[in-house]
């Protein structure tokens, strides 16, 4: 249920993001936006996220397993140093993705893109909230 896995993502310390490749994950933001600071695989748009988070240091190289163990050892040493600030992350994320786009707004997008793919099978078309909203991290 959706309300255990925030939840758990709120006693986290640490979030993972393995993905070769990634556009814009919600899952970073939630988590992020519940304090648990990301340690995130260098797709581009991961790697958008961790700098505006502030979070560069933890960003691994795709399909290195051993960056990955240095980066999330690094992560583990940091907070528990008490030097990783997630208080500060979970600003970030509320200063940066606020004002970008609004839930409502991103549910409409969400349900227009199913339908099209469900239902209509045609993911050319675009919803009106593509054309006026970016989901783009710039």
């Not at 814009?24 to 958008?48: C, F, M, Q, R």
């Not at 583990?76 to 600003?91: A, H, M």
């Amino acid at each position: 249920e959706q309300s255990e896995l925030y939840k758990l993502l709120s006693e986290s310390a640490l979030y993972v993001n393995s993905s070769l490749e990634e556009g814009l994950s919600v899952g970073v933001i939630e988590s992020a936006g519940l304090g648990a600071v990301p340690i995130l695989s260098s797709a581009p748009a991961n790697k958008e996220i961790a700098e505006k988070l502030g979070t560069q240091h933890l960003v691994f190289k795709r399909q290195s397993v051993e960056d990955y163990v240095n980066r999330a050892k690094l992560a583990i040493e940091l907070f528990e140093s008490n030097k990783l600030n997630t208080g500060l992350v979970q600003n970030n994320v509320m200063r940066v993705f606020a004002d970008s786009v609004t839930l409502p707004q991103y549910s409409e997008y969400l349900l227009k893109l199913y339908h099209d793919v469900l239902v209509n099978r045609d993911i050319s078309k675009q919803s009106a909230i593509t054309k006026n909203t970016s989901h783009e991290i710039h």
